[in-house]
């Protein structure tokens, strides 16, 4: 069985919706926190090391591609 992959073009703006998705994920970090009783401190610590360390890997995986599609 051969499953091909659909053709989806790539966004325009890679680093934006990269923010937006782990902006989103950030806060279900606090709100599950806040929902099953934990720290809210340590919720909203641990939700900003997740989006500034996600936001910053994905900044710098977009800045990089255009020197791997040149090289291959």
């Known amino acids: 069985m051969k499953w091909e992959v659909p053709s989806v073009p790539s966004s325009p703006h890679p680093v934006r919706d990269s923010v ?3 902006g989103v994920l950030a806060l279900v970090i606090v709100v599950v926190s806040g929902l099953t009783g934990g720290g809210w401190t340590r ?3 641990v ?3 997740f989006f500034f360390g996600a936001t910053a890997w994905s900044w710098w995986r977009s800045s990089r591609r255009p020197e791997q599609e040149r090289d291959r």
């Open 43 to 45: 919720a909203v610590v």
């Open 47 to 49: 939700a900003a090391a």
């Open 20 to 22: 937006i998705i782990y």
